[in-house]
């Protein structure tokens, strides 16, 4: 048994609005190419399939789970009476139906984990079960991807793509090949397809993410959009009465970012008067070009951020880190003392799933000493030894040209809007 349409889609709204987070439009967007690949299936339920692709990852509506959202969907989806959503929210995961194979971290109880194996061992997979493991890895959160590089993604992310699981997602695209005769990404209209309001005008900055997960800052969720304060103000998908109005109300003296081309219309139409300043979202980067620690002055001295320098937290450094146990574990940073105070650092503004954002400030009086450029060199060298993904936002062309130096390269320039105050 599963949902109608409309109470999947509810379902869906709902859970969102439990766990906020970009697997939803993962979801709706293997929910359109579960029912693409349907229609041309002969046999196949296209409303079945949309409901299945749907529900897939329902269980993510309990929390920020690996392997625990396989077993929190099938429970939920079973409370329900959805048998067949149930199963689908096991199977997706597990193409050879083999839980070693699985992405992610084991986060499951000893419970949980033999709930999900005893009730694999009773399935006997159908073409459901193996449409949503493929349409599982084709979608991204705005539109189709390339198999490959959506799988080359989950590897990235997570440090592992079992071969056994690549050749089956890539077997699973040629069987539906033969069945429909005729490319998948045809079928699913891969080059065409976006879902409404991913109309995207950069990529997803970490601070943004970070608000997604919950995991910093606070996000508030429309139809086709969200606001999320991390930080910057981040507009996303499309403008609507309600979100227009709360940018409105709330937002006037902030900085805002539009990462749609909708939103930036919106703002730039309404809001004529706004002031407009410029930054550079620089490339990612795991490898650093790293030039020769630069003299400092006499008196001064490099050092690593340690728990000391921690616990001053210059220049607000470290201040989105619980403790220093977790910046010890999770972050990087560099420091320049002069004499006892500390007047330059570099230091990871906040961490996500190995990603840092960095961030570096001088005291002012010590700039032009190089007092930076040696904070960095130290942190990045760190970053680099423990494996860490570096994210670098320029504010202008002195942080442009320092990133530049370390052999970060620019990916997008973008506009930051202060809106006019009221009346």
């Not at 992405?103 to 009730?119: M, V």
């Not at 949503?132 to 198999?147: P, R």
């Not at 695209?173 to 409404?196: C, G, H, M, N, W």
């Not at 900085?255 to 809001?271: D, F, H, N, Q």
Request: proline share 5%; charged share 25%; hydrophobic share 35%.
């Amino acid at each position: 048994m599963i949902p109608t349409r409309q109470e999947a889609e509810r379902l869906l709204r709902e859970a969102e609005s439990c766990n906020p987070g970009p697997w939803g439009n993962h979801s709706r967007v293997a929910a359109r190419c579960a029912e693409k690949i349907a229609e041309a299936c002969e046999g196949m339920d296209p409303e079945k399939a949309y409901v299945l692709g749907l529900l897939h990852d329902i269980g993510r509506k309990f929390g920020v789970r690996h392997l625990g959202h396989v077993s929190d969907g099938y429970s939920y989806m079973m409370s329900l009476g959805y048998d067949e959503a149930a199963r689908i929210c096991l199977t997706h995961s597990f193409n050879n139906f083999d839980t070693d194979e699985y992405i992610g971290k084991f986060d499951t109880t000893d419970g949980e984990l033999k709930l999900i194996r005893s009730e694999l061992r009773k399935v006997v997979p159908d073409d459901y079960d193996r449409l949503i493991q493929l349409c599982d890895s084709l979608a991204g959160s705005e539109g189709v991807m390339n198999i490959e590089d959506r799988m080359n993604d989950v590897k990235r992310r997570y440090g592992r793509y079992p071969q056994p699981k690549w050749d089956s997602n890539l077997g699973l695209k040629a069987y539906f090949e033969e069945k429909v005769q005729k490319s998948i990404y045809d079928v699913t209209e891969k080059d065409t397809f976006r879902l409404p309001g991913s109309g995207r005008i950069m990529s997803l900055p970490l601070l943004y993410r970070a608000g997604q997960q919950g995991r910093f800052g606070t996000r508030t969720g429309f139809s086709w959009g969200s606001i999320t304060d991390a930080l910057f103000v981040y507009l996303d998908g499309e403008p609507e009465p309600e979100s227009a109005a709360e940018v409105d109300a709330r937002y006037r003296v902030r900085p805002l970012v539009c990462l749609t081309g909708a939103w930036k219309a919106y703002i730039e139409a309404r809001y004529p008067g706004a002031k407009v300043y410029r930054r550079t979202q620089m490339k990612p980067a795991n490898r650093f070009t790293l030039p020769e620690t630069p003299a400092i002055p006499e008196g001064c001295r490099l050092a690593g951020m340690d728990g000391a320098a921690f616990g001053k937290h210059p220049f607000s450094h470290g201040i989105n880190y619980p403790s220093w146990d977790a910046f010890r574990a999770e972050g990087s940073g560099a420091v320049v003392y002069r004499g006892s105070e500390i007047v330059a650092s570099a230091s990871s503004f906040l961490s996500l799933d190995g990603e840092l954002e960095l961030d570096v400030s001088t005291a002012e009086g010590c700039r032009g000493m190089h007092l930076a450029t040696a904070c960095v060199s130290r942190m990045l060298r760190d970053c680099m030894e423990r494996g860490f993904t570096v994210h670098w936002d320029a504010q202008n062309d002195i942080s442009r040209h320092l990133a530049r130096k370390f052999g970060f390269e620019a990916e997008t320039e973008y506009p930051v809007y202060w809106l006019p105050e009221k009346d």
